[in-house]
């Protein structure tokens, strides 16, 4: 199982970010996707899923600004984030499980300045 995440970068408050998760070694038109985000000092939390069909949920800082998404033809997961903001300032992970164990992704920074 492989997981590489891009897509971060710096950004102003109000901008936007697109962060993709690339996925290999298992079926990913199955299973649940995750991002996480971990900023300075702080736990990693969770930030959104989704199910193989494409059913999505959020956690209510990111909802109506952050948009998960997949091809699954494509093996790959989508994080649209709209009017960020500094507080979204964080390293993100993507994330799943397989076969009864977790697996995550390297990680992209995103910065968001105020």
């Known amino acids: 199982v492989q997981l590489q995440a891009s897509g971060g970068g710096l950004v102003q408050a109000g901008g936007s970010l697109r962060l993709s998760c690339a996925a290999s070694?298992?079926?990913?038109?199955?299973?649940?996707m995750y991002w996480y985000r971990q900023a300075p000092g702080k736990q990693r939390e969770w930030v959104a899923g989704?199910?193989?069909?494409?059913?999505?949920t959020y956690r209510d800082s990111v909802k109506g600004r952050f948009t998960i998404s997949r091809a699954n033809s494509k093996s790959t997961l989508a994080l649209q984030m709209d009017s960020l903001k500094p507080e979204d300032t964080a390293v993100y992970y993507c994330?799943?499980?397989?076969?009864?164990?977790?697996?995550w992704g390297q990680g992209t920074q995103v910065t968001v300045s105020s």
């Open positions: 989704i199910s193989g069909n494409g059913l999505s």
């Open positions: 070694g298992f079926a990913f038109n199955i299973s649940h």
């Open positions: 994330k799943t499980y397989f076969a009864g164990k977790e697996y």
